[in-house]
């Protein structure tokens, strides 16, 4: 891999997990136990394995939607829980995209893209328009920009979805099976999209995903189960297994 350095120094990680933990009371559930893993700037990293495993809880731990029970996170080697403005650092620096969308059905593509500008950095509003007509070209919908979520196919919402997640600019895009709603094929221009953000912006992204599709594009493949990492393998590593346990 061309980003792999004799040297990898803390600077190099944009997101760490240092024995985080997560119980939720209510139900008395640990989601997660002890985990650690680190995320590089611009590295692609998949989490994947069964549902209930962990993996929505962790990723909303990395993307400081959540605190842990026990351990912590860092961003940028900051403790989350040292961080005073942790909705400014969500707004500024980190994107979120979610299996469902969430867009807002009564605004366009266009309008949809700009709610996050409005807690970033001050723009005008024509900078704000012109600012989320860039991002819609991006991903390949400049001409949906005046429809609304409901004139516009699923694999042409959650690209909306992917532009919005962009508004701010962020170092980290934080993705939760992204592909869940859509047929292999939209899924996997969704994938194509993610590789392009990867490749030309240099994205640090961490992605939820069922599809070995996914995993096959990460560089990091980490595996949830029952609230605990059971491997965490560069792609390398994950594809001779994969041959290995297909061979028959
Ligand atoms: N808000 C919550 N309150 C109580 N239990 C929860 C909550 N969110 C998730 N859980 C439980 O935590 C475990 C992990 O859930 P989750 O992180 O959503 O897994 P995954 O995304 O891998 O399917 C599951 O047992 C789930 O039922
Ligand atoms: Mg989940």
């Known amino acids: 891999m061309s980003d792999v350095t004799a040297t990898s120094t803390a600077a190099d990680y944009l997101v760490r997990a240092e024995n985080v933990s997560r119980m939720y009371p209510d139900g008395h559930v640990t989601a997660l136990v002890d985990v650690s ?111 609304l979520p409901k ?13 919005r997640a962009l508004a701010n600019d962020p170092m980290l895009l934080l993705a939760d099976e992204p592909t869940g709603n859509l047929d292999s094929q939209v899924g996997g221009e969704i994938l194509d999209l993610f590789d392009r953000l990867h490749r030309d912006r240099s994205m640090t992204l961490i992605v939820i995903t069922h599809s070995a599709e996914i995993a096959r594009r990460a560089q990091q493949i980490i595996t949830l189960r029952d609230g605990r990492i059971v491997s965490n393998e560069s792609v390398a590593d994950f594809l001779s297994d994969a041959d290995a346990t297909t061979v028959e």
Do not use: C, W
Request: glycine share 10%; no cysteine; charged share 20%.
């Open 37 to 147: 893993l680190a995320v590089r700037r611009g590295q692609y990293t998949a989490i994947v394995g069964p549902s209930g495993g962990g993996k929505s809880t962790l990723l909303n731990l990395l993307g400081a939607l959540d605190v842990p029970t026990s351990g912590r996170v860092l961003f940028e080697e900051q403790p989350l829980s040292a961080t005073a403005d942790l909705d400014r650092l969500r707004a500024r620096k980190i994107g979120f995209v979610f299996q469902s969308f969430h867009l807002l059905p009564t605004l366009t593509a266009l309008e949809n893209v700009q709610i996050p500008m409005f807690e970033g950095p001050r723009l005008s509003a024509s900078q704000r328009a012109s600012k989320a007509g860039q991002l819609l070209v991006a991903v390949g919908l400049s001409h949906r920009a005046t429809h």
């Open 151 to 163: 004139q516009m196919s699923v694999g042409e919402r959650q690209r909306t979805a992917i532009a």
